[in-house]
């Protein structure tokens, strides 16, 4: 699994921008939370078989609190942890969190 790690608001904003010609898949990670590692060990594990253009993005919410919120205006939604923001045309098109996150689920929003 290659994700891009996001670290600062200057790339939330090419993300955001990206969304427009890629899929994105935000995955907000609290590392202290026992739900939120299984919930990403299995999407770790469900996107070894991932097909298509989505750009993977991790987002550590303990160390990158002020991007979370950000994610959390900029998509309004909220905020929940761990959690899945599937972002199309600058857009939030399925919000997921805890263990329902599933990336057949989230993949199948695109079509």
Request: aromatic letters at 8%; glycine letters at 0%; hydrophobic letters at 40%.
């Amino acid at each position: 699994m290659n994700w891009v790690n996001l670290e600062t608001l200057n790339q939330l904003d090419d993300l955001n921008q990206l969304s427009d010609s890629k899929p994105i898949l935000f995955f907000k990670h609290s590392t202290r939370c026992s739900i939120s590692s299984t919930a990403l060990s299995r999407l770790e594990r469900q996107t070894a078989n991932a097909t298509g253009d989505v750009v993977f993005v991790y987002l550590d919410l303990l160390n990158y609190r002020d991007i979370s919120n950000k994610l959390s205006q900029l998509y309004k939604v909220e905020h929940e942890s761990p959690q899945a923001l599937f972002v199309k045309n600058q857009k939030c098109i399925v919000n997921q969190s805890h263990l329902e996150i599933n990336l057949a689920d989230l993949m199948n929003s695109l079509i």
